[in-house]
């Protein structure tokens, strides 16, 4: 892999890490005390953060350096059951309001 395709990979897998946990490159560069120009660089693939920065990514978003470092493959997911399909397709016609209960039940949003 060429330097330039590294960084691709990198900002790629960094952009997708920050989506997944809802944070901002302003989040990133402050909670890691960096610049948030330089996170910028690096999820635009124009600079890419030394290996000890990545380690620190890496304790921040409680994953290994292959999920920064390497191209991306998707986890298949598993099959879901019936039952898990109900509740899939009764949570998608549910009303807003009633969603945000479901997920806060879940865990998957904070009471706000």
Known sequence: MTKEEYSKVVAANLRRL???????????????GVNQATVSCWMN???????DTIDRLCEYFNCIRDDIMEPYVPKPLPHLTKK????????REAPDSIKDSILILLGLKERG
Request: no cysteine; charged share 35%.
């Open 18 to 32: 920050a989506y997944d946990h809802g944070k901002t490159q302003m989040d990133i560069a402050k909670d890691l």
């Open 45 to 51: 693939g124009r600079r890419t953060p030394k290996v």
């Open 84 to 91: 898990e399909r109900e509740v899939a397709y009764a949570y």
